[in-house]
C-alpha cells in the first residue's frame, strides 16, 4: 500500500502565486477591477466534514486539479493537507511540479497518462506518483526509469466503465502482474472512477463497483500481497466526490474529493450528507453609472433594448475573465445586498446592470457576481442550471487575469 508520509523535497522560494495571493497588497493602491475570494477556513471546513462520513479506515486525497478548480492550487493543497488530507491528484505534471516547487512533500498522484520518457523522468525527478493506463506504458515507464537508475511509485488505472483511461477491468489481473515483474516499478495502487455516481440512480455505479471489487478478487488469488494487511497491498480507490458522500462501501483505502472540497454538492440528493461552504466568491466593480432613454439599445448587436428611462451600470467583468456570455440576460448580480440584473450582451471585458432600483449607485462600488451579499447568495449552481451545464466547468473557467484573494 502506498505510504502516506510526506516525502523530503527541498523547498524553494517559489510560490508564483504568493503575490497574486496577497491580492491588494500587490496592488500599489490600484483597485482590482474585478476579483476571485477564496476562503481557505470553508476549504479546511468542507475536508473536515468529509471526514466524518468515510470508513475508519479510509485516507482523503484532495484534487487539485486544474488550480483546484479554479481556486489556487498551492494554497488550497497547503490547507486541505493542514485539515487532514493524506494526498493530493493533479491531472498534468506541470501541475504536480508546480506543488514541489512550493515545498508540498505530501504525495501527489498524476491522473493523465504519461507516454515520453522526458514526462517519466520529470514525474520521477519531482517524486511524483504515476498513472499507468496500458501494458504499453508499463513497458515504457520501466525501460526509462531503468536508463536513470531509477524507481517510480505507480497506480494503475483500470476502466470499469468510464470508457476514458485505462486498462479493461477484464484484463486488470494481467496487467498487475506485468508490472509486478516489470523492473524500477513499484505498484502502490489500483484505482478506478465512477462515470455516474453523482445519479440517483445508482444502477450503473453499482456495476462499476462490483467489477471494481471482482478485479481485486482476482487479484488476491495471485498471492503477491497479504490482503488481510492494507500496508502489504497497494492502496485500493474508486470513489470521487459523489461516491464518497454515498456509501462507505465505496471508500476503500481512499477517496479522491474534487468538488465537495470546494462546498459544493456533486448532485442535489446529496447535500443532507454533510455541511458545506462553498469557497469561492466572484466579485468585480462599478466602472461608470449613466441613465438611458427609453428605447435605447445596449450592448453588441442590441439585444437588449431600454422600455423606459433606465439607470445603468457598467462593471469592469466580462467573458473572457470567465463569466459566460450565454449568461446575457439571463443573470442576476448582488449589490447593496440586493438582486439586480444585468442587461445585454455580456462583453470581452464589461457587463452591464439595470440598476434603477438603486438611484445613488456610486462608481467603485462592490457588484457580487458568485457568493452572498447580506441574506442572498448566487452560486455556481445557479450559473450552471441556468447554462445546462455543471458547476464544474463553471468554477474552472474564472481566468487568471482574476486576482485570487485569500
Known amino acids: 500500500m502506498v505510504s502516506w508520509k510526506p516525502v523530503n523535497v527541498p523547498k524553494t522560494t517559489g510560490d508564483r502565486l504568493s503575490l497574486a495571493?496577497?491580492?491588494?497588497?500587490?496592488?500599489?493602491?490600484?483597485?482590482?477591477?474585478?476579483?476571485?475570494?477564496?476562503?481557505?477556513?470553508?476549504?479546511?471546513?468542507?475536508?473536515?466534514?468529509?471526514?466524518?462520513?468515510?470508513?475508519?479506515?479510509?485516507?482523503?486525497?484532495?484534487?487539485?486539479?486544474?488550480?483546484?478548480?479554479?481556486?489556487?492550487?498551492?494554497?488550497?493543497?497547503?490547507?486541505?493537507?493542514?485539515?487532514?488530507?493524506?494526498?493530493?491528484?493533479?491531472?498534468?505534471?506541470?501541475?504536480?511540479?508546480?506543488?514541489?516547487?512550493a515545498g508540498i512533500d505530501q504525495p501527489i498522484l498524476v491522473l493523465g497518462a504519461a507516454h515520453t520518457p522526458e514526462e517519466v523522468k520529470a514525474i520521477a525527478h519531482w517524486n511524483l506518483q504515476a498513472t499507468l493506463c496500458t501494458p504499453q506504458q508499463a513497458l515504457l515507464f520501466s525501460q526509462t526509469l531503468n536508463t536513470c537508475n531509477q524507481t517510480l511509485s505507480v497506480h494503475l488505472n483500470i476502466d470499469t466503465g468510464m470508457s476514458r483511461l485505462g486498462t479493461a477491468w477484464q484484463q486488470a489481473t494481467e496487467f498487475v502482474q506485468l508490472v509486478q515483474r516489470l523492473p524500477n516499478l513499484?505498484?502502490?495502487?489500483?484505482?478506478?472512477?465512477?462515470?455516474?455516481?453523482?445519479?440517483?440512480?445508482?444502477?450503473?455505479?453499482?456495476?462499476?463497483?462490483?467489477?471494481?471489487?471482482?478485479?481485486?478478487?482476482?487479484?488476491?488469488?495471485?498471492?503477491?500481497?497479504?490482503?488481510?494487511?492494507?500496508?502489504?497491498?497497494?492502496?485500493?480507490?474508486?470513489?470521487?466526490?459523489?461516491?464518497?458522500?454515498?456509501?462507505?462501501?465505496?471508500?476503500?483505502?481512499?477517496?479522491?474529493?474534487?468538488?465537495?472540497?470546494?462546498?459544493?454538492?456533486?448532485?442535489?440528493?446529496?447535500?443532507?450528507?454533510?455541511?458545506?461552504?462553498?469557497?469561492?466568491q466572484v466579485k468585480a466593480r462599478v466602472t461608470q453609472v449613466k441613465t438611458l432613454d427609453a428605447d435605447t439599445g445596449v450592448s453588441y448587436g442590441y439585444r437588449y433594448v431600454t422600455e423606459k428611462p433606465t439607470k445603468i451600470a457598467v462593471v469592469g467583468i466580462g467573458y473572457a475573465d470567465g463569466v459566460p456570455r450565454n449568461l446575457s440576460n439571463k443573470m442576476q448580480v448582488l449589490i447593496r445586498g440586493q438582486f439586480v440584473p444585468q442587461i445585454g450582451a455580456v462583453t470581452m471585458d464589461q457587463l452591464m446592470l439595470d440598476v434603477s432600483s438603486i438611484p445613488d449607485l456610486q462608481v467603485g462600488e462592490i457588484v457580487t457576481l458568485l457568493g452572498q451579499d447580506g441574506k442572498y447568495s448566487i452560486s455556481a449552481d445557479d450559473w450552471a442550471d441556468t447554462l445546462g451545464t455543471i458547476s464544474w466547468e463553471i468554477l474552472c473557467g474564472f481566468k487568471h487575469r482574476l486576482p485570487r484573494i485569500i
Open 186 to 280: 513499484t505498484l502502490v495502487g489500483i484505482y478506478s472512477h465512477f462515470a455516474t455516481a453523482d445519479s440517483p440512480d445508482q444502477t450503473v455505479m453499482r456495476q462499476q463497483h462490483q467489477r471494481f471489487q471482482q478485479v481485486i478478487d482476482n487479484i488476491k488469488t495471485l498471492e503477491h500481497w497479504d490482503f488481510s494487511q492494507p500496508s502489504q497491498r497497494p492502496c485500493l480507490h474508486i470513489s470521487n466526490s459523489a461516491a464518497a458522500l454515498t456509501d462507505q462501501a465505496l471508500h476503500y483505502d481512499l477517496v479522491r474529493v474534487g468538488l465537495a472540497v470546494y462546498g459544493l454538492y456533486p448532485a442535489p440528493h446529496l447535500q443532507s450528507t454533510v455541511q458545506l461552504q462553498p469557497a469561492m
Open 21 to 101: 495571493l496577497r491580492g491588494g497588497s500587490v496592488s500599489g493602491g490600484i483597485e482590482h477591477r474585478a476579483w476571485v475570494e477564496i476562503n481557505l477556513s470553508a476549504i479546511a471546513h468542507n475536508v473536515k466534514q468529509i471526514k466524518t462520513v468515510l470508513s475508519p479506515q479510509t485516507a482523503l486525497m484532495a484534487v487539485v486539479k486544474a488550480d483546484a478548480y479554479g481556486h489556487g492550487a498551492i494554497s488550497v493543497a497547503q490547507a486541505t493537507c493542514e485539515a487532514g488530507a493524506k494526498g493530493l491528484a493533479v491531472a498534468t505534471i506541470p501541475e504536480g511540479i508546480e506543488l514541489r516547487e
